[in-house]
């Protein structure tokens, strides 16, 4: 589309299309998965790994002189295949279960955290001391969604309030199979909560239809319940 004109093309694939997400799959299996399999990882001397979904990817690697090599081979890589990394997006972080005490040797803040999938990754502690890495909704997911919910709720306020919950609860049961995993229940909470104060705030906003009281509001919610945060996966 261009000025409001559809027009066809031959090279690429629409905006948002199911079919990209697997054709960036495709390419980058070559481009990235068979060479960190076959090149990189047998020439590093420590461990490393690799997780990509897509264009989106997360390389570790045990040794920091090891990963500042791999970031520039894979610049280049990218650039043989008419690619570039997008800089706001890749950097080199220090993360794993000596980040911490390395990091305060050396006087700086915790260690930093980073983002994949919808999720910010983060180095923490079990409660026996020992580490391990933890996840959340990243923030920047978070608003994207409470804004996305908000706006299909004001923009459906006049539905019936029976059509209204059903709808929500499926968006809402779509929501916790994501990101209902471990360490995560609160924030799917806090995002069920939003969603609820949303969804009051349209209902007293429907014309000239009786207001909601919260405790009303609250009420009307045992009878039409949305659907409650869940846990769906278990990550240790």
């Not at 559809?6 to 694939?13: K, M, N, Q, R």
């Not at 990091?103 to 999938?117: I, N, Q, S, V, Y």
């Not at 009786?210 to 009303?216: E, F, L, P």
């Amino acid at each position: 589309m261009e000025q409001g004109k559809f027009e066809p093309t031959e090279e690429g694939s629409a905006q948002g299309s199911v079919v990209s997400p697997m054709l960036a799959n495709i390419y980058m299996h070559h481009v990235l998965t068979l060479w960190f399999k076959l090149v990189v990882q047998r020439e590093m001397q420590g461990e490393c790994f690799l997780v990509n979904f897509a264009d989106d990817f997360v390389a570790g690697f045990q040794y920091k002189s090891e990963a500042e090599r791999y970031y520039k081979e894979l610049k280049e890589r990218m650039e043989k295949f008419g690619l570039e990394l997008e800089s706001s997006k890749s950097r080199l972080i220090e993360f794993g279960r000596f980040a911490e005490q390395n990091r305060r040797a050396r006087g700086e803040c915790k260690p930093e955290t980073f983002d994949f999938l919808g999720f910010t990754f983060y180095c923490s502690k079990t409660r026996k001391g020992g580490f391990v890495p933890k996840v959340q909704t990243s923030r920047k997911k978070f608003e994207l969604k409470v804004r996305a919910y908000k706006n299909w709720i004001y923009d459906n306020r006049n539905l019936p309030m029976r059509e209204i919950i059903k709808e929500l609860n499926v968006k809402l049961i779509g929501h916790y199979r994501y990101y209902g995993v471990t360490w995560n229940f609160r924030k799917i909470t806090t995002f069920l909560h939003r969603v609820q104060q949303f969804l009051f705030k349209a209902m007293n906003r429907r014309g000239c239809r009786r207001a909601y009281t919260w405790n009303g509001f609250v009420e009307m919610l045992k009878y039409y319940p949305l659907a409650k945060p869940k846990t769906y996966y278990c990550l240790y």
